[in-house]
C-alpha cells in the first residue's frame, strides 16, 4: 500500500515538474553585439538561446531588407536561402551551434545556453543590414522571442554628381545655393571650400565650412571661380567634387605698366611690347587701335584704326595666372611693334567689350634715345657704337666693369 501511495505521489510530482517545464517558453539570453567588418572579410554574429524542450530548427535568422518582407537564412544551421559558392569553395552563409554553455536566467535558474552563430563571408556594401535572430514558437507568433542585430560595412564617400549642385552662370547680385551629399558608411562629414583658398562670401568670411549646404549672398566678379565639396568619414580618402561658378559682368581693362607710358628708342631696329590687363564675362573681346578711342554707346568704333595681327604688329592673349598685381581671372593682352620707327610713336587704345558693357585704357609710347627691355641685351657692338646713346651706354658698361673689378680685389684681400 505504501509503494502503490509513492508511485502517485511521484507520478503527481513529474507531471507537475513536466508541465512547467512545457509552460516555460524558450528566451533569447543575450543581445547581439553590433558587428563592424571591412569589406571582404568575414562577420560573425552570436545568438545564445534557451530552448528547453523546443527543438534548434525553431531557431531563424533574417536579413531585415527595408520596405520588403524578412528574408530568411537559415533554420537551426540549414541555409534556407540561396548560398553562394565563393573562392576557395567557402559558402557565403553558414551558422553553427556551440551548446552546453551555462548561464543564470532571473525567474529560471541556471540554464543550459546554446549559441548559434551566423557567419556571413567576403563582405560587400549589400551586406550591411540588419538581422534577425528569432526562436520562431508554433501557433503563437507573438510570443516568439526576437532580437536584432546591426552588421556594419564601412565604406569610404561617394558623392554623386547628379545630387550636387552643378556648374552655373549667374548674375552678380545673385544668390547661390551650393547642395552636396554623399552616401557613406559610417555617414560622411561634408565641407565646402574656395579652390583658389578664398573665404567664402558667407557670414564670417571663413575658408571652410562643414555644412552640406552654403548659399553665396550678393555674388560680385570676385565670387567667381571653383568651390569644392569635401565628404570624410575616415574610410579611405574620402571623396571631393569641384562645381564652377561665373558671374556675368561688364568687362574693366587698364595698362599694365604705371602711367600706361612707354619708352623706346625708334630707327635703330627695336621692338616693344605695350600690355593691357583685362577682365569680364563672358570673356571680353579685345581690340588694339591706333590713336586715343573713347567708346561712346551712340557711335561705332572706327575700324580704319584697328590694328590688325601683321607685321611689324602681333597680338598675343595670356592668362595672368594671378601675377602680381592681378586677379587669377584676368588676362594680359600684348601688342608686340618689331622695328620701332618714329611713325610709331604715339598713343594706342585697348578696347574690351562683352554683351554687359565696354572699357578702354589709352597706352602711350614715346621716344626714348637708349634702347629699353630685355632684347636690348643682344644688340651688336657695331650697332651699339654707332647708334645714338652709345657713350652713355659704353659708359654705364665701363662703371659697371670697373665696379665689378674693385669688389674682387676687395673680396681677394679678404679671404
Not at 551548446?99 to 563582405?123: A, E, H, K, N
Not at 549642385?165 to 551629399?181: D, F, I, P, R
Not at 620707327?341 to 578696347?351: A, E, F, K, P, W
Not at 597706352?363 to 657695331?382: H, M, Y
Request: aromatic share 8%.
Amino acid at each position: 500500500m505504501a509503494a502503490k501511495i509513492f508511485c502517485i505521489v511521484l507520478f503527481l510530482a513529474l507531471s507537475d515538474f513536466l508541465l512547467r517545464v512545457s509552460a516555460i517558453r524558450p528566451a533569447i539570453v543575450e543581445n547581439i553585439v553590433t558587428e563592424v567588418r571591412p569589406i571582404d572579410s568575414t562577420a560573425t554574429l552570436n545568438c545564445s538561446v534557451a530552448l528547453f524542450s523546443n527543438p534548434p530548427e525553431r531557431v531563424q535568422w533574417y536579413k531585415l531588407l527595408p520596405g520588403q518582407s524578412d528574408k530568411a537564412i537559415s533554420a537551426g544551421t540549414k541555409i534556407t536561402e540561396q548560398n553562394p559558392i565563393l573562392q576557395g569553395d567557402m559558402l557565403k552563409y553558414e551558422v553553427r551551434s556551440r551548446p552546453g554553455r551555462t548561464v543564470f536566467i532571473p525567474d529560471m535558474g541556471y540554464t543550459d545556453v546554446t549559441t548559434f552563430t551566423l557567419l556571413i563571408r567576403r563582405l560587400t556594401n549589400l551586406d550591411a543590414a540588419n538581422y534577425k535572430c528569432r526562436i520562431n514558437v508554433p501557433g503563437s507568433p507573438a510570443d516568439s522571442p526576437e532580437v536584432v542585430a546591426t552588421l556594419i560595412v564601412p565604406r569610404e564617400p561617394f558623392i554623386n554628381p547628379a545630387e550636387v549642385t552643378n556648374n552655373q552662370v549667374v548674375e552678380e547680385g545673385a544668390n547661390v545655393t551650393l547642395k552636396c551629399s554623399a552616401t557613406s558608411e559610417p555617414p560622411a562629414h561634408i565641407s565646402w571650400i574656395r579652390a583658389n583658398g578664398l573665404p567664402l562670401n558667407i557670414p564670417g568670411q571663413p575658408q571652410r565650412v562643414y555644412q552640406s549646404e552654403v548659399t553665396l549672398i550678393n555674388v560680385t566678379k570676385y565670387d567667381r571661380g571653383v568651390y569644392r565639396c569635401f565628404a570624410n568619414n575616415n574610410v579611405g580618402y574620402g571623396a571631393k567634387h569641384d562645381v564652377r561658378i561665373d558671374v556675368n559682368y561688364a568687362p574693366s581693362i587698364r595698362g599694365a605698366r604705371l602711367h600706361n607710358l612707354y619708352l623706346q628708342a625708334p630707327e635703330r631696329n627695336y621692338e616693344i611690347t605695350l600690355e593691357c590687363v583685362s577682365t569680364g564675362y563672358p570673356d571680353p573681346e579685345v581690340t588694339f587701335y591706333s590713336g586715343t578711342v573713347i567708346p561712346r554707346p551712340d557711335q561705332p568704333l572706327p575700324d580704319s584704326q584697328v590694328i590688325k595681327n601683321q607685321f611689324p604688329f602681333s597680338v598675343e592673349r595670356l592668362r595672368s595666372q594671378g601675377a602680381a598685381g592681378t586677379h587669377v581671372y584676368e588676362f594680359f593682352y600684348a601688342l608686340r611693334i618689331k622695328n620701332v620707327r618714329d611713325t610709331h610713336l604715339g598713343n594706342y587704345t585697348c578696347v574690351a567689350k562683352n554683351k554687359y558693357g565696354v572699357d578702354a585704357a589709352v597706352l602711350k609710347l614715346a621716344n626714348e634715345e637708349v634702347c629699353q627691355g630685355p632684347l636690348c641685351f643682344g644688340t651688336s657692338v657695331e650697332q651699339s657704337a654707332n647708334s645714338p646713346g652709345a657713350g652713355h651706354r659704353s659708359a654705364g658698361s665701363c662703371a659697371v666693369i670697373s665696379g665689378l673689378a674693385i669688389a674682387a680685389f676687395m673680396m681677394r684681400r679678404l679671404l
